[in-house]
């Protein structure tokens, strides 16, 4: 299988300089909204421990001072700690559209480490930054144009301009209207991936010669408080009839595409018939006008053939599902076009390997971690976080510790372990110590991240990296006299 994404090469030039001794973890959840204003408080993390036991905010059991310190992680600029009491506030405006798009929950996590003289606590914070209504829903194009057979039965449906809205849950989009008219109405519908649509209905028979032209107006309202809302107008023509419309085998389809199928991959064949002779009978396939332009960059229909192919390549990561319309129309004068509705669920494959933070407790040099020699067994060294963009087995991740039995891997929770001390250190007999974090996927094949010393950046597969653990990839662990 070839390799893609990106793993990343970590030196970690090891740990620890406390005799602090681990005690326990613990999560502590906590709400913001999104856009609060940089110095907001969202809580106080010494007051929130101390409310689940009898300790003081400020001092352990045997009085002495209780500080924290903020572990570095891939998301934590948001939000800033005071290392004094544990107070977090908003270190920088949150925009929750940029950081989550449209998923429901929004969360910040990151770690943090509360000491004193004698132990700490690690802390797992996960920050929920909730929606607020600041986007209003936009259609595509202020103005569009639809034209219409006077011999269209009623009852057709007619594929419109489906408005977006960056907010999520209520403040998504939750109804259509459209203008008072005498022979359209709308059905609002969800699609596959959660977006509402409206379709028009044909509600009474067109006559051509009583009227040929009608302006509508569509409007979409999202359900905040207050609604915002968007508006885009359809200008309808109508026109005489070609006797027979293009019919298509099946009226819908739903395909699995995998995300590493290549460009002009075939994911249907489609197929419209028209009984009519010469250029009324002839059929050509294309894309809906309300098709987004995303769908037409990642994906092409034949005119002529009707065969569905990848155009772009595809990342599950970023969408897993698409839905679509593709039309098939004959040559003849005002064609009616038939409508197929496509669903394509992308399939996630191991593309990406697990990224790995380490961050040590106590740091005097960049990239090193000190350790006093007095330090009592199971000292908390560093926190080995990891992470990994695929879903499923294919972003679970196993760690594991190499390097020398005096330290090992424990895990803190999920996808976060701690390196802590296993036996007594002489700095005497042995000063230093080179170990080796490897974080590895379930995938078939996994993908493994391996930490190594003056390396560049590189992917490669499990199999690849067998050698290398052999090798003396290697980081520092200092101890020192204490």
């Not at 038939?338 to 005097?364: G, L, R, Y």
Request: with cysteine; hydrophobic share 35%; aromatic share 8%.
């Amino acid at each position: 299988m070839e390799t893609s994404g990106w793993k990343r090469t970590i030196l970690l030039c090891a740990i620890l300089a406390s005799q602090t001794t681990m005690t326990q973890t613990k999560t502590v959840k906590y709400q913001t909204f999104e856009e609060d204003a940089p110095g907001t408080v969202i809580g106080n993390l010494a007051k929130d421990i101390s409310s689940a036991s009898s300790a003081s905010p400020h001092a352990s059991s045997s009085g002495s001072k209780t500080n924290f310190r903020m572990m570095k992680q891939f998301n934590s600029s948001f939000i800033r700690l005071r290392e004094s009491d544990g107070q977090l506030a908003i270190g920088e405006r949150i925009d929750r559209e940029r950081i989550c798009k449209h998923t429901l929950r929004c969360a910040i996590a990151f770690d943090v480490v509360s000491f004193s003289k004698e132990q700490f606590k690690l802390v797992h914070v996960e920050v929920e930054v909730k929606d607020i209504n600041d986007n209003s829903p936009e259609f595509p194009r202020k103005e569009s144009s639809l034209d219409v057979s006077e011999n269209t039965a009623v009852g057709t449906r007619i594929p419109l301009d489906f408005a977006v809205d960056e907010d999520v849950g209520v403040n998504y989009i939750q109804s259509y209207q459209i203008s008072v008219n005498s022979h359209f109405s709308i059905d609002v519908l969800s699609r596959a991936d959660g977006v509402k649509y409206a379709e028009l209905v044909l509600m009474k028979e067109l006559d051509r010669e009583t009227q040929s032209t009608f302006a509508l107006d569509l409007v979409a309202m999202d359900g905040g408080n207050p609604s915002r809302s968007g508006t885009t107008r359809i200008h309808v023509k109508v026109k005489d009839y070609n006797d027979n419309s293009p019919v298509f085998d099946r009226s819908s389809f739903s395909v699995d595409l995998p995300e590493d199928a290549p460009v002009g991959f075939l994911l249907l064949d489609l197929n419209a018939e028209d009984p009519d002779e010469g250029l009324n009978g002839e059929v050509v396939y294309g894309f809906g006008h309300q098709v987004p332009a995303e769908i037409r960059q990642l994906f092409r229909v034949d005119r002529k053939t009707g065969r569905l192919t990848l155009e772009s390549p595809i990342d599950f990561e970023s969408k897993n599902t698409y839905e679509f319309d593709v039309q098939a129309s004959d040559l003849g004068p005002n064609p009616s076009p038939a409508i197929c509705k496509i669903v394509v669920q992308v399939q996630d494959v191991n593309d990406n390997a697990p990224e790995i933070s380490i961050t040590p407790m106590t740091s005097i040099t960049a990239g090193i971690a000190y350790i006093t020699e007095a330090a009592a067994r199971e000292s908390f060294v560093a926190l080995v976080s990891t992470s990994d963009r695929d879903s499923g087995a294919n972003g679970q991740v196993h760690c594991t510790l190499y390097g020398h039995d005096h330290f090992r891997l424990q895990q803190a929770y999920e996808d976060s372990f701690m390196i802590v001390s296993t036996n007594p250190l002489d700095r005497e007999k042995i000063p230093e110590y080179n170990l080796t974090v490897v974080a590895e996927d379930l995938g078939s094949p996994p993908f493994r991240t391996i930490t190594q010393a003056s390396n560049a950046p590189r992917s490669e597969t499990s199999q690849q990296l067998q050698h290398k653990l052999c090798h003396g990839d290697h980081q520092v662990v200092a101890v020192t006299a204490g």
